[in-house]
């Protein structure tokens, strides 16, 4: 048995599955993602399919969050002076050192 065969095998064993019509079990979305994802990984062969891969999942992330920004922008929760209080926001963390002299 394969590792990928071994795990289809315990994931239908072991997750929670919704039943459907004809008591045919469904994986969730996640679970669906992940074992696409796996297939996906599967086909990475050389540094230049990584790097494809890695470039194509910031991108999907980067357009989920572009998204986000655009509809804060548009119900008015950010605006300019928002986006612009944050450019002027120092939120580092305060680092005391203690100076130890002999």
Request: charged share 20%; proline share 1%.
């Amino acid at each position: 048995m394969s590792f990928f065969s071994f795990y289809l095998h315990m994931s239908k064993k072991y997750c929670n599955f919704a039943a459907q019509n004809q008591n045919e079990a469904i994986m969730s979305y996640m679970q669906m993602a992940q074992l696409d994802v796996l297939n996906l990984v599967r086909g990475i062969n050389t540094e230049g399919d990584y790097i494809d891969f890695r470039n194509m999942l910031a991108r999907y992330f980067a357009d989920k969050a572009q998204k986000q920004i655009d509809a804060l922008w548009d119900n008015g929760a950010i605006n300019e002076q928002t986006i612009e209080a944050w450019g002027n926001e120092h939120m580092r963390t305060p680092y005391r050192y203690a100076v130890h002299r002999s």
